[in-house]
């Protein structure tokens, strides 16, 4: 069966700090990657989408940047962290070139607040 | 780009049934999510539309108008458990099947 793991789970962070988020997942091989942020009694905010290694679209200009070193390792990552960038980060996956029922399943997120 | 609506709150009692809407407005649609939120958790999947019509699964069902962009996510016999926000999201037809998701509606089930 297929995991996917976020860590850490909690972070507190200062502003101008750097930022490393990394998210794996198992069990399944090209999977599409999502990373997620969600405000404080908010809806989901697409940051960045991958299709395949080094393929990283974003979909929202900010402070943060994404990368896919491997198959299955999304990272999302700042150089200096804004008060903004505080909120509920996740990580998704989904099963590539399926056309129906194509439900995205996700991590269980990390909690970043920014000081 | 898309516009997705849904009401920010709703309350309901304990075994009631409960209707949650969402309008959308798209430049393109490939089908229709519903996900359950429970606070400080991930998102997880209930049901999926693609057809215009009603979709059960057991307790929840989802229904989906294409002409009219609207859907609703039906919760029967209501449970302490329900209480969690719902978020409902439009998938267009991007590379890789990207979802927008509506800012999610807080239901809270009382006793």
């Known amino acids: 069966s297929q995991t996917i793991h976020q860590w850490p789970a909690t972070l507190v962070q200062p502003v101008g700090s750097p930022l490393s988020l990394e998210c794996t997942v198992e069990g399944t091989s090209n999977p599409n990657l999502y990373w997620y942020r969600q405000a404080a009694g908010r809806g989901l905010q697409l940051l960045f989408y991958?299709?395949?290694?080094?393929?990283i679209s974003s979909e929202v200009p900010q402070n943060l940047s994404a990368s896919r070193p491997q198959d299955r390792q999304f990272i999302l990552s700042s150089k200096k962290l804004l008060l903004s960038d505080s909120g509920f980060y996740l990580c998704?996956?989904?099963?590539?070139?399926?056309?129906?029922?194509?439900?995205?399943?996700f991590g269980p997120g990390t909690r970043l607040t920014v000081t | 780009g898309q516009n997705i609506d849904q009401p920010t709150e709703m309350t309901a009692t304990e075994g009631a049934i409960v209707q949650i809407n969402c309008t959308y407005q798209t430049s393109g649609f490939n089908g229709l999510f519903w996900y359950q939120q429970h606070a400080g958790e991930a998102p997880t999947f209930l049901s999926y539309?693609?057809?215009?019509g009603l979709e059960e699964k057991g307790r929840f069902s989802s229904f989906l108008s294409r002409s009219k962009g609207y859907s609703y996510l039906l919760l029967k016999e209501l449970q302490m458990k329900d209480s969690a926000s719902y978020l409902c999201?439009?998938?267009?037809?991007?590379?890789?099947?990207?979802?927008?998701f509506g800012s999610g509606t807080q239901l809270t089930v009382l006793p």
């Open positions: 539309n693609v057809l215009d």
């Open positions: 998704a996956w989904s099963v590539p070139d399926r056309e129906y029922s194509y439900e995205q399943y």
């Open positions: 999201a439009v998938r267009d037809f991007g590379s890789a099947r990207q979802l927008t």
């Open positions: 991958s299709v395949g290694i080094g393929q």
